[in-house]
């Protein structure tokens, strides 16, 4: 059989190491669904199914051994008893964790673990399944040779396509001289009406024999390819035998006709699958098995194309660009207007303005859409998860989710998979009671966790809810003392909500025991590290015996924002416009300063001022001018941004900046404006956290929204600001 390049190889091992992924995602949700509802043999069926399409797949690519580990998994399924075994749950868990490992060793190139403990699990399981007796086969339909997984697949898809396929068992003349030569001959014969699936020997080999053995699809009659391939003085015999759909241990052994009835064929039908050849879509098209594949929908399947995110990584980037010239363009046209303000062309480059406006906006959001992909991708890795650590913990819990088509731009979706790991885990080990507990307070026995995801503005909202025992504050207070987080003195000034923020601090936990589960206090630390760096916040929520709720909020993108610009000291900046609350004027008289912390009245609050630029001194001209006054929403939270004058809203395109550019964290980024200005893009939360930290003591610093404040924080972070311009 023709080999494929080593390039065409890698191609197809990556696109199989990427999609197997979906496979066991799939195997691991049915396991869930079994341990439910045990002895249900449609569930047992589809476990099979996705079990044997991992096989055929990894075969293909080369990967033998997990080939032959899913084989033996899948010839336990294939036993009629199988399903009402006690342990066959666990052991599918045990499987999709040893195909796990197995596909980390492929991708790193590693040795791979050893197999051996799941082996063992799968012979008890089949020394304990009573065997069903085999069909029956035509006379004549024993196999002469074992065909490879790929070629089992080759007759399978080729029967599904509705070709007919033929076994034939050629027989060479024992008096020719030159038998390779003569099954040369006889191949290059057979492929003149139907296409070699496959051959023994195959193509090329040296091995002199006096047989020959096809594997042929055709639309010609038996007949007609009997007559083709029996060559005067080079064949002696000629034996061809149907191959029908019969199952995969049929195709798997081909030949042999099948005597089974329609509704078995049927049923048997629905373990075909494709293999990872460049005449087949993907191997993850049959981890959604389903009993009958409508026409249409197999035709959809094939507009589907997996792009690499690089790719579209460009087409984002090069649209980004587009916008700058757009800019750039704006500018000129503004430029012109104003020179000639009666020219009639005025009117023309203002259509023209008009409607590249209108077709990037509709390339923006449709390339945007290209990289947006459903929660449901990161929901899905959750329930045998919390399936494991409730049992590890010994606790009943159940895990709801709900709003998973919200779309969120796939690099935040895999950047956050971390963080939600450690609040689920939390929500589990932490935040559910024991049953015995629950049941004692008059809770349902089993704890709940939810997942919620929807859209709110230009923001995703993703919650994590319990309904366990709630976050003690004075637990979380007497813990940070004890572990050196906030002293004695300091912990007695604190809110409730400043208590409930300590939890985030590192080395922070409230657990009495360290397991394997929780207690190193390396977790919450890290979910707040992650929200700050995609530019999002974190809140949490609790109430004492009705559980907590942590909300993350995240921009729907990192690539391209709504911004407002403004000038601090002549100098031009941006932050969000969606942090922006409220635009305000002020004078710097009507600014007073309590406890070293500047604070202004606005509505009826008095909310702290972050100042960016220099405070002017008293008795000067200055402490008479207006300033605008920007009210910033930082999850509830709320401050005041001082700025000296505003230069309106853009669209920014986002550009990273190296270490080697700019060495704080104080800002995110960098955008190039439509007259070739470079301006930067501010990181709010991490100017916020620097405004709290600067001062003399940071543990005692209390929450923003608070009156009081940490004395000189702000001048501090305003020329930590000053010094991030490159």
Sequence with gaps: MSQFSDERSQELRELFLETSEELLQSLNEEALKLEKTPGDGEIVRTMRRIVHTLKGDSAAVGFQELSELAHEFEEALAMEATAAHASLAEIAFASVDMFSSMLGAFRTQADLPSSEPLRKLIAELTSATPKTPGRKKKSGSTPRVKWNEYEKLSVVNALEAGQRVFDLVIQIDPTCAMPIAARQLIWKAVAEIGEVLAARPEAGSTEATTWFELLVTTDRSKGELAAKSNIPTVVSEVKIEPIEMESEETAADAPAATSESAAARAEEANSRSSAATEAHASPAAAAQPAPSVPKKAAAAGENILRVDAERIDAVLNLVGELIIGKSMLQQAINEFSGRFPKDQMRGRFADAMAFQSRVLGDLQRA??????????????????????????????????????????????????????????????????????????????????????????????????????????????????????????????????????????????????????????????????????????TVQVETEPGQGTTFRLQLPLTLAIIKALLFRVEERLYAIPLNAVGEISRAQESDLHEVSGCELLQLRNQVLPILRLGNRPEEGTSECLRKVFVLLIHMGERKFLLLVDALEGEEELVIKALDDQTIETDLVSGASVLGDGRVVLILNLVALVERFLKAGHDPQALPALGGTRGPGEAARAAAAMTRGAHP
């Excluded at 992909?373 to 606790?395: I, S």
């Excluded at 932490?430 to 049953?435: K, V």
């Excluded at 809810?465 to 003392?481: E, S, T």
Aim: net charge positive; charged share 30%.
């Design 367 to 536: 390339v945007m859409k290209v990289r947006m992909v459903p929660v449901e991708q990161l929901f899905r890795r959750f329930p045998r998860m919390v399936r494991d650590v409730a049992k590890q913990c010994g606790k009943d819990v159940q895990l709801v989710a709900s709003g998973e088509h919200t779309d969120l731009d796939k690099g935040l979706l895999d950047a956050i998979a971390e963080p939600m790991t450690h609040l689920v885990r939390n929500a589990v080990s932490h935040g559910i009671e024991s049953a015995a507990e629950r049941v004692r307070q008059g809770k349902p026995a089993h704890g709940t966790i939810r997942l919620d995801a929807y859209h709110q503005a230009n923001q995703v909202i993703i919650e994590v809810r319990d309904d366990g025992a709630g976050i003690d504050a004075q637990k979380v207070k007497k813990r940070a003392q004890e572990r050196g987080i906030v002293r004695a003195e300091d912990a007695a000034r604190l809110s409730r909500a400043e208590i409930l923020a300590l939890i985030f601090r590192p080395g922070f936990t409230t657990a009495d025991q360290i397991t394997e589960v929780s207690g190193r206090g390396v977790g919450l630390d890290v979910v707040q590290t992650v929200l700050q760096r995609l530019k999002g």
